[in-house]
């Protein structure tokens, strides 16, 4: 059961590819359905997995699997409607694309072996990269080549990085299976030199697709290159995955007594994430860049969090929750701008919150949301990183991650106030349907709503990702 989970959107998706257009559409709202209920399925009552040497149920995983999941489902009809205006002749390859991207995200968050782990990811590159070129310009081919070779290189650093992991292993005493799970039962008997190689070579690899500094230059082409829906599941998911690599050796790390190391450089790499989008950010003329840095930035959040442990710990995993939420809702919405004004410039979409009320609505308050302000999930995720940097001694950590912070709201809240108050520059070319904005509406709902009430399994897949490595709850 819980290798249906990714075998049946790779199935499907193979099989869009050849199918009419109607078909592929209802095939990927399908799909995206029948994997959310077998998620849930999966998460409520724990199956074992049918190869559990390659695969297992993780809650770090399974967390990762759920929001994929839910975010999918909502982007699925969207991108339906989005590529019905585009009117693009290749709709069968996005279609198709996007079952064989769900796939292998979804077996990347289910993967225990680490080889099964880098190829799942390498294979996210693969599926992926037709959605970025899907428009066929000349930015688009650039953006895709750039995306692919970064990517590729990066992830061959981390299978280097695995390998030395693996090395670790060859000490007396030492006969467990390569698998993550084993791994974290004999962490105190693996070689610490090995270890710590190991984990550099997987933080600057899996932090290349992660989109973390100064690894990150593919990201802001890729987002702003790919149609709307596609650029949600890449930053809403796919980057995700990709941290969940780092995360699986840091918690090894960890376990193994060398968690100051591991975290001090997730610390570093965090702040300098957080530092990079933010001066990018301030004069961007591109807001589907803008945005793509902003994921930047809150990936930098996530490694911070994680770096600093105890109660950030909870607020990290808090915030990759909510990012995903808003930041989809926030692609979604940009998508919008794309069909109403025709353009991706910021400065040629003023008065947005005359001419296209509804799209203004989603991406104001999505702005608001990824900006840290109540009531959305992201104002309490920082305020525990926070916390819980200055509960573990991390005081200069914590100024930084402050002012840093506060120089990505600077340069967000500029471009996207003139774009909803700003003067009218063009006219609206495509008018708002609601097919298109009831869906990162809902995304947006979804984060108020966990905000303020959380289902208590929720509450325990995050407790349990988090207590193997001393995470806390309280402040």
């Not at 209920?37 to 999966?42: E, R």
């Not at 081919?141 to 670790?168: M, N, P």
């Amino acid at each position: 059961m819980l290798e249906a989970i990714f075998s049946l959107p790779l199935c499907t998706g193979l099989l869009t590819l050849f199918l009419p257009v109607r078909l592929g559409r209802a095939m990927l709202v399908a799909v995206a359905l029948i994997h959310l209920l077998l998620t849930v399925f999966c998460w409520l009552l724990v199956p074992a997995p049918y190869l559990p040497h390659y695969f297992g149920n993780s809650p770090a995983g399974i967390l990762v699997l759920l929001v994929t999941s839910f975010i999918f489902c909502w982007i699925a009809p969207y991108g339906i409607f989005y590529m019905r205006e585009q009117e693009m002749h290749s709709e069968p390859i996005f279609l198709g694309c996007m079952q064989l991207f769900l796939g292998t995200m979804s077996m990347a968050a289910l993967a225990d072996h680490p080889v099964v782990l880098w190829i799942a990811i390498e294979a996210t590159t693969l599926t992926s990269a037709p959605l970025i070129f899907i428009n066929r310009s000349k930015k688009a081919l650039e953006a895709t080549w750039k995306y692919v070779l970064i990517c590729s290189v990066g992830i061959a650093l981390a299978l280097l990085g695995f390998f030395f992991v693996t090395l670790s292993m060859d000490r007396p005493g030492i006969d467990v299976p390569l698998t993550f799970s084993a791994l974290n039962d004999a962490a105190h008997q693996l070689d610490p030199l090995w270890l710590r190689t190991g984990f550099i070579f997987v933080l600057i690899g899996f932090g290349t697709k992660m989109g973390l500094a100064p690894m990150h230059t593919w990201l802001p082409d890729a987002h702003s290159e790919a149609p709307s829906p596609a650029s949600a599941l890449l930053s809403g998911a796919l980057l995700n995955c990709a941290f969940l690599g780092i995360y699986k050796v840091h918690c090894l790390l960890v376990l193994a007594g060398l968690g100051d190391f591991s975290g001090n450089l997730l610390i570093g790499f965090g702040l300098l994430s957080i530092v990079v989008a933010g001066v990018f950010i301030l004069n961007q003329p591109d807001y589907k860049r803008m945005l793509a840095y902003s994921s930047i930035e809150n990936m930098g959040v996530i490694a911070v969090g994680i770096g600093v442990g105890g109660l950030g710990l909870y607020g990290a995993m808090l915030h990759l929750i909510h990012h995903s939420l808003l930041k989809s809702s926030l692609f979604l919405s940009a998508g919008n701008l794309v069909l109403g004004f025709g353009t991706k410039l910021a400065a040629q979409c003023g008065g947005m919150a005359r001419l296209l009320p509804r799209t203004f609505i989603g991406f104001f308050a999505g702005f608001i949301g990824i900006s840290g302000l109540p009531p959305f999930g992201i104002f309490v995720s920082e305020l525990m990183i926070l916390i819980g940097a200055l509960q573990t001694g991390h005081p200069v950590a914590a100024g930084l991650f402050v002012a840093a912070l506060l120089l990505v709201v600077a340069g967000f809240a500029r471009i996207a106030t003139a774009m909803a108050f700003g003067p009218v520059r063009n006219e609206v070319l495509v008018q708002e349907q609601p097919a298109r904005t009831i869906p990162p509406l809902a995304l947006l709902l979804a984060s108020v709503l966990l905000c303020v009430w959380m289902p208590e399994p929720l509450y325990r897949t995050i407790v349990n990702t988090i207590a193997m490595i001393g995470g806390t709850v309280h402040g």
